[in-house]
């Protein structure tokens, strides 16, 4: 996913730093700790990772020259770069890189991924000086998804080894450097990557009535419900965003009644994506296609990998409480009973990566009729001890996450050393498991898609685009 791909510049030099407009400020300038929108921004932006996907099969880097593969080993020949404080990038710091995202004394949000597939790293001596070799723990049908991690340099453990409230200076490989020297978040040239001579990110109360006003070149994350009015003003030009990203409830099967798939079903069945995509993530009136599609399984509609046999589920009310009835639980005067107490799911919600919690839990509320719900916010850092070790399993029913169509063994295989990295419940389904292998063939990922849409996992809820405005004139930054 690449979120500076719709930013918007200016390409002629400017003394004045263009503005970027923002609802709420980026977290860290940290890039192995980014995770919401505006810390993926600033990380695109000052940082660098070896490889970025752009979302539907292609790959791009400005580091890598040469690519070779055989079988679990993958060479790379590296693109002479400087980091910003001008030291030459190098071999070296791909594998501190490596190592500093596969500790787990530290854990970040690359952890889990990076021990699950990358082995070990060796840099290149005397004629092969400028490459290095990365043994992955398994052979891998497109080794460059474990290379998206962001790199840190060597030459700078205090930096690399740092958290994400560093006050250091961010040391980085991207098109613009990082200056936070006043607490703000100004951005400056630094090579000719770059469109723009100076780039400030300004927190605003409205963005979009911001922009419409005059203020700042764009606001590169819209609302749904902030569409109209931007879309009034002829100046100002709205981009569709693409994102690999399908928003899900993956369901905890150790967790009483769900276990039974027919119990998820029949949560499956009480959910209307629509009414619920409105009311989380909020709704353009004038459009009739949302910035998010509802969804039947892993893939989207559209996708070569999409099953058309598979509809996106329909709510029914009275086939959902006869599944739920027919499971051992009791209505009991219009509450659900379970082991003859309220039956009560805990979600868990990443806090700044998605919907708001409480409006979340408000609309779980009035869609799981019956049933009580709690929605329980998670950090970034609960999140990925939760993916790493599973301290949160016991605890939690479901949990809202966002996962990538490109790499879904890392959420529904089994968990093992090298696989399902990001399966924190641990589901498991054999014939699952052999498909992951085979995604190339478009049957076979028919097949996964309708197979995970009739076990239940997760509840696949909707895909989504992102939207970004952008004053008239300005030019994309090149990548």
């Given at each position: ?96 890189s490596i190592e500093r995202v596969r500790a787990t004394d530290r854990p970040t949000r690359f952890t889990a991924a990076a021990r699950a597939r990358i082995a070990s790293c060796s840099p290149g001596i005397r004629k092969d000086a400028d490459k290095v070799v990365i043994t992955l723990t398994t052979i891998q049908a497109e080794p460059r998804a474990a290379l998206q991690f962001p790199l840190v340099p060597a030459h700078d453990p205090a930096w690399a080894g740092s958290g994400p409230q560093s006050d250091l200076p961010p040391v980085g490989l991207g098109p613009y450097a990082l200056d936070r020297g006043d607490g703000g978040w100004h951005l400056t040239a630094f090579d000719d990557r770059a469109t723009a001579k100076k780039i400030d990110l300004v927190v605003v109360d409205d963005p979009a009535r911001r922009l419409v ?267």
């Amino acid at each position: 996913m690449c979120l500076a791909a719709g930013l918007l510049l200016a390409s002629s030099a400017q003394a004045k730093p263009q503005e970027i407009l923002l609802s709420r400020p980026p977290t860290t300038a940290q890039p192995l700790y980014a995770w919401t929108q505006e810390d993926e921004l600033v990380r695109q932006l000052v940082h660098a990772s070896l490889y970025t996907s752009d979302g539907q099969g292609g790959w791009h880097s400005d580091l890598v020259t040469d690519y070779a593969v055989n079988g679990p080993t993958v060479t790379l020949t590296l693109a002479k770069a400087r980091w910003h404080d001008k030291q030459p990038f190098g071999p070296a710091d791909v594998c501190a890189s490596i190592e500093r995202v596969r500790a787990t004394d530290r854990p970040t949000r690359f952890t889990a991924a990076a021990r699950a597939r990358i082995a070990s790293c060796s840099p290149g001596i005397r004629k092969d000086a400028d490459k290095v070799v990365i043994t992955l723990t398994t052979i891998q049908a497109e080794p460059r998804a474990a290379l998206q991690f962001p790199l840190v340099p060597a030459h700078d453990p205090a930096w690399a080894g740092s958290g994400p409230q560093s006050d250091l200076p961010p040391v980085g490989l991207g098109p613009y450097a990082l200056d936070r020297g006043d607490g703000g978040w100004h951005l400056t040239a630094f090579d000719d990557r770059a469109t723009a001579k100076k780039i400030d990110l300004v927190v605003v109360d409205d963005p979009a009535r911001r922009l419409v006003d005059g203020r700042g070149v764009g606001a590169p994350f819209l609302a749904p419900a902030d569409l109209a009015k931007v879309r009034a003003d002829p100046s100002i030009q709205l981009d569709v965003v693409p994102r690999d990203l399908t928003w899900v409830l993956l369901v905890n099967p150790t967790r009483g009644p769900l276990g039974e798939v027919a119990v998820r079903t029949a949560l499956d069945l009480l959910i209307d994506r629509s009414a619920l995509g409105g009311a989380v993530l909020g709704r353009d009136e004038q459009l009739k296609a949302q910035p998010w599609t509802p969804v039947s399984g892993p893939f989207p509609p559209g996708s070569p990998q999409y099953n058309a046999g598979v509809p996106v589920p329909l709510r029914d009310e009275r086939a959902a409480h006869a599944l739920l009835e027919a499971h051992g639980l009791v209505d009991e005067g219009g509450r659900w009973q379970w082991a003859g107490h309220p039956w009560t799911l805990r979600v868990a919600c990443p806090v700044g990566l998605g919907p708001d919690p409480q409006r979340l839990e408000l609309a779980l509320e009035e869609q799981l009729t019956g049933i009580d719900v709690e929605v329980v916010p998670q950090s970034a850092v609960q999140w990925w001890l939760s993916v790493l070790g599973g301290e949160h399993v016991e605890a939690t029913d479901l949990a809202l996450v966002p996962i990538s169509s490109t790499d879904l063994g890392a959420t529904f295989h089994s968990r093992t050393a090298t696989r399902g990295w990001a399966n924190p419940f641990g589901w498991s389904d054999p014939d699952v498991d052999g498909w992951l292998g085979a995604l190339a063939d478009r049957n076979t990922a028919q097949l996964l898609h309708a197979r995970l849409a009739e076990l239940h996992p997760a509840l696949f809820l909707w895909s989504v685009e992102g939207r970004a405005a952008w004053r008239g004139g300005f030019e994309p930054p090149t990548r």
